[in-house]
């Protein structure tokens, strides 16, 4: 055996202790990992007003950063995808930075931010499912359900105390900015579980995420999210085998979901008056002055064809006063928000975008689409990261599944 000699081992001592070994890229790798974990539980907290960056915004941020710039990953998106995606980012960057330089209102340079980083969200999602496959999705349906169970503690204890000291009817929040946040972000979320599920039927993650789901969207009493969810609800059971047991797990737990997502309720009285049958019609019976096609802005469609072809840009809506909807800012509509931005052009790309995504997808995969596109409606959802997060992993379970890694 050889001998080292002590100078030698004194040497190799002082180089490790000035110059320490560099991290290997598996550690780094697993370090975005568990990033992007806390931010799929993290993204709950909407601490800031709406339309705003969040905390676990700039968590995603240090996932994005390794991913995108190839530090530790190599991006694995199809040429067509990314040309795709180029294209899109680069036309509405043009039609806002435009509008920018008319009018100087910085809600277009906001807007080029928010598409920037969901679309380097997508990216992200997509490399750390190809990159760590069984291991990555087994990993976020945990942290989903996680967020799901978090959720409908935190709703459970704020509606609580929020019907204790004005009893009534009561659209539950969360730890979300609006009723209507609440409800989108839980059936995108149901939707990323469906589509992350294994087996042909359904199991007990997926049975615990849909009473979740259940109760968070009943106690916003979002029509738009009931929407959503039926539709969701109605796509993921049919078809699919139910063991028997499942199915009466589903049953008993719908009760409850239904039964505690309208009874906050301070006394007997307040419960005949104010239980589910009465806050149901009365929510159902609500008639707003944005309850409309004109009060949601879909009237600026033929009010101001101008912009059809080019897009008018997102901000400065002051362009837009008068008419029905004379208070409206926003175009509270994901594909008609789409179509009057970026018009035609922009437009086709983004559907040529998600056709894309989903077409090598089952047909069911495909409709769970619809259950955000039925909130998105009366309501703008493409600014939310969750949704292009639920892209990408329908993007990414298609191609591991035509590789036959799951």
């Known amino acids: 055996m050889a001998l080292v000699a002590p100078a030698a081992v004194s040497q190799v001592v002082t180089d490790e202790r000035m110059h320490p070994p560099r991290p290997s890229w598996a550690s780094l790798q697993g370090l975005v990992l568990v990033l992007f974990l806390g931010y799929v539980v993290g993204d709950i907290f909407q601490v800031f007003p709406s339309g705003n960056p969040q905390p676990s915004d700039f968590l995603m941020i240090l996932v994005v950063g390794p991913v995108v710039t190839g530090l530790a990953f190599k991006i694995c998106e199809s040429h067509r995808l990314l040309v795709l995606l180029a294209v899109l980012l680069f036309w509405i960057w043009q039609i806002n930075l435009t509008y920018y330089m008319l009018y100087g209102d910085t809600h277009f340079l906001m807007t080029n931010a928010y598409f920037l980083f969901n679309m380097s969200v997508f990216i992200s999602v997509n490399t750390l499912c190809r990159h760590f496959g069984v291991t990555f999705i087994r990993s976020l349906r945990c942290a989903m359900l996680l967020a799901l169970i978090v959720e409908v503690i935190a709703v459970l204890v704020i509606s609580s105390e929020a019907t204790l000291r004005e009893p009534g009817l009561y659209r539950s929040i969360g730890t979300f900015q609006d009723p209507n946040q609440l409800a989108y972000w839980a059936i995108l979320t149901l939707c990323g579980l469906l589509v ?211």
């Open 196 to 406: 992350l599920k294994p087996q042909e039927g359904l199991g007990g993650i997926e049975i615990a995420g849909m009473a979740a789901t259940t109760y968070l969207v009943l106690s916003s009493l979002s029509r738009s999210g009931t929407l959503g969810l039926a539709i969701v609800l109605l796509v993921a059971l049919s078809g699919l085998r139910i063991r028997a047991l499942w199915l009466a797990i589903l049953a008993c737990a719908a009760v409850p979901a239904v039964v505690l997502s309208w009874s906050y309720v301070r006394d007997l009285d307040a419960h005949v008056n104010e239980g589910a049958p009465a806050q149901i019609v009365s929510r159902l019976g609500e008639d707003d002055r944005d309850d409309n096609l004109a009060g949601r802005g879909y009237e600026r469609l033929w009010r101001f064809p101008e912009y059809l072809i080019l897009g008018a840009g997102e901000g400065a809506y002051s362009r837009f006063r008068g008419g029905t909807a004379f208070e409206q800012t926003e175009f509270h509509s994901s594909l008609g928000n789409i179509l009057f931005s970026y018009g035609v052009v922009g437009f086709s790309l983004f559907c040529g975008f998600l056709w894309e995504v989903f077409r090598r997808s089952p047909w069911q995969h495909r409709a769970y689409l619809l259950g955000p596109l039925a909130w998105g409606v009366f309501n703008y959802g493409f600014r939310f990261s969750t949704f292009w997060v639920f892209l990408a992993v329908v993007y990414s379970m298609a191609f591991l599944r035509s590789e036959s890694r799951w």
